[in-house]
């Protein structure tokens, strides 16, 4: 295997996964970033994302000397003390839905206009970001050097589990109109065995939008089909296994839930609405999934409030509420379009006193949306006196909480797990009275 000099910009998830896997893999990675106190923090081997076996990657890759940290994505290119330039340059930058849904590009035109006339002749900018179909082209032609090529190849890798995505993904996908790029970037995960696609750059960039929308789907229909086991007596636990046998189908991603959320799939879906929009196409499948999801958030709402009032409609003054969980999922510590936060905002607009409780954030965490809420560091402070607890993130220590002990500590022993998580059986003899999704 060749080793590579690269250059890594951006280090938030996908970048400093990135920069610290390919280190792993024995290539020489300098990761850059805008944020100097970051930059310090990362090169002292403080890694302030929660992410399992990322900091151990990053201070295997620091005391090896394969990975280090610069600030500004020049310095990462033409790193002062190496010999040689970045042979590939990744662009692992924010790109946030913009107006309309559109993904703003501000940060990448950015950091391609500081990095233009450092390149070095055949270096390979390889677009790792998720962006609109049309950047690989569009990032050509803002270099402006016919000596460079353009490389897209999306990232799939989930949060909580970035590290194990990235050294065992499921495909690898480069996409580029030059084929010898595109065939330098594929080389750097040979290690990896993974089934690889090679295509030209569109193709890439829409592989992103495309598998992330269809699990956006997956998970609204899983969602609809919760509430018609609901209405019908069927348990959706029962259903989605029965499916799921089905190889076609799969078993993973048909839990219920309060919606989907995180910093992906809400992006990603509207974003897709918008390049759907301007080919004219209208893509009533994937705007139904959209619509269902925020459905989902109120569909919660009205169940905490038949739970704890015994109405579907009304209003949750005077109620207060204990929640259990807050981050968009288990194991993460990001807040990022969190259903949990969406639900909460929603129950406080009705008028509920809230405070919760998630193992991965403290009293003083701050974050939009936060300031209604009253973040407590203990799981029986979250059910003193509440007339109903409500799961919201599916932590698995939440099962083995002491059910019992939480009953006699609130105002009326009422739970609505919005992720089926709790053994029904245990609420039942801890003298709960109990809600969950699709358990007719
Ligand atoms: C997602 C994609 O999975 C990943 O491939 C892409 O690179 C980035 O976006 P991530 O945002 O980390 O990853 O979250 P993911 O694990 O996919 O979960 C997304 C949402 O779906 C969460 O809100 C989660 O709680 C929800 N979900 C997931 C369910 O409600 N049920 C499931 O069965 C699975």
Redesign the pocket.
């Known amino acids: 295997m060749f080793i590579r000099r690269i250059a890594v910009v951006g280090t938030g998830y996908v970048g400093l996964t990135t920069g610290a896997c390919l280190a792993s893999l024995g290539h020489r990675v300098v990761c850059a970033d805008v944020d100097p106190d970051k930059i310090a923090r990362l090169s002292r081997g403080e890694v302030d994302i929660l992410e399992p076996r990322l900091a151990e990657l990053v201070a295997e890759g620091l005391a090896a000397g394969r990975l280090s940290f610069v600030l500004g994505a020049k310095a990462a290119v033409v790193p002062a003390d190496a010999d040689s330039a970045a042979e590939i340059v990744f662009l692992c930058v924010p790109t946030p839905m913009g107006v309309g849904g559109v993904a703003d590009l501000g940060s990448v035109e950015a950091v391609l206009a500081e990095i233009t006339d450092v390149l070095a002749p055949d270096t390979v900018v390889v677009n790792k970001s998720t962006v609109p179909v049309g950047t690989a082209d569009r990032t050509l032609e803002l270099l402006g050097r016919e000596d460079v090529a353009v490389v897209s190849n999306p990232?799939?890798?989930?949060?909580?589990s970035a590290v194990e995505?990235f050294l065992k993904p499921d495909r690898i996908v480069v996409g580029s109109r030059s084929q010898d790029a595109a065939e330098r970037v594929a080389a750097l995960y040979s290690r990896l065995g993974a089934p690889t696609v090679l295509t030209d750059a569109a193709s890439a960039e829409l592989v992103?939008y495309s598998?992330?929308c269809f699990?956006a789907m997956k998970?609204s229909y899983?969602n609809a089909m919760a509430e018609l086991c609901e209405r019908l007596g069927a348990d959706i636990g029962d259903v989605t296994e029965g499916m799921g046998y089905d190889r076609r189908i799969g078993q993973?991603?048909?839990?219920?839930?309060p919606?989907?959320?995180?910093?992906?799939?809400p992006k990603?879906t509207r974003a897709m609405l918008q390049i759907a929009d301007s080919a004219d196409f209208e893509f009533r499948l994937l705007r139904a999934a959209i619509d269902t999801n925020e459905r989902q958030r109120q569909r919660i709402v009205d169940k905490v409030r038949q739970a704890v009032t015994g109405r579907r409609s009304g209003t949750l003054s005077h109620a207060r509420l204990g929640l259990l969980g807050l981050t968009?999922?288990a194991h993460?510590d990001d807040l990022r379009d969190?259903?949990a936060l969406a639900v909460a905002a929603m129950l406080r607009q009705d008028g509920a006193e809230l405070v919760a409780y998630d193992p991965a954030l403290s009293a003083d965490t701050a974050h939009p949306g936060l300031e209604s809420i009253s973040v407590v560091e203990d799981p029986e402070l979250a059910a003193k006196d509440v007339d109903a607890l409500v799961v919201l993130t599916?932590w698995p220590q939440f099962r083995s909480l002491d059910w019992p002990r939480l009953a006699e500590l609130t105002r009326q022993p009422v739970v609505v797990d919005t992720r089926n998580l709790i053994d029904p059986d245990v609420l039942a003899r801890a003298g709960f009275r109990w809600d969950g999704l699709g358990r007719g």
């Open positions: 990232e799939f890798l989930r949060e909580g995505d992103k598998a992330n699990l998970l899983v993973s991603y048909l839990k219920p839930g919606g989907w959320g995180g910093s992906c799939l990603d968009f999922k993460t969190s259903p599916e």
